[in-house]
Each structure stands twice: as C-alpha cells, then as structure tokens.
C-alpha cells in the first residue's frame, strides 16, 4: 500500500509494483539454498543472512522516510513563497508525483 500511495500515474505504479513483487518472490527461490541440512537443527548461516537482509531492508526503509520527508517539506515551503509572493502555483497531475502539490505518505 505504501507503494502505490507514494507513485502517480498508472503505468509508473504498475511498473513499481510488478518490480516489488517480482523481487519479493525471488526469496522462495534463495531460501533452499540459504537454509541448508548441513546447518540444521539452529540453521545460524540461514538466520544470519535473514537477519542481514532484514536490517538491509530497515536501512532502505528509513532512507526512503528522509528522502520523502525532505521533498515534502521543500514542496512546502516552495508553495509557502508562491503565496507570499502572490504567485499562482497550477497543479500538473501529468506531471506526477513530481508535481509541487504531490505530497509522499510515510
């Protein structure tokens, strides 16, 4: 859900979602060879590359957090300037989630 809040326009989001899921499932594919007999019964390689992977993924997530939160916050304050300075700032839907008024979920 989180990934199709943060992407406009429908071919960029089927895109995304086709490469998330496509990834997603490329786990089933390793785990057999992750989580071998020769490690049972506490599978220690398997749990630590699991584990590497998990903070892997909470360092992308958290990236990902600042990142938008930074956009949001300059498209902010170029809309606060816009006002101050009496301009009229359009919304561009077919810009995107580049337009000035997209603002990212977190």
């Known amino acids: ?3 199709q809040d943060n992407t406009a326009r429908h071919f960029k989001r089927a895109t995304m979602v086709g490469m998330t899921l496509c990834f997603g499932n ?7 060879q992750i989580f071998t007999t020769e490690s049972a019964p506490r599978y220690i390689k398997g749990l630590s590359i699991s584990l590497g992977l998990a903070v892997v993924a909470l360092v992308m997530v958290a990236s ?3 990142g938008m939160t930074v956009v949001n916050r300059r498209r902010a304050e170029r809309i ?5 300075a009496g301009e009229v700032l359009e919304s561009r839907p077919e810009k995107g989630d580049y337009d000035v008024f997209f603002r990212y979920s977190l």
């Open 1 to 3: 859900m989180w990934l």
């Open 64 to 66: 990902l957090m600042t």
């Open 80 to 84: 606060r300037r816009a006002e101050e």
């Open 26 to 32: 490329t786990a089933g594919v390793a785990v057999g």
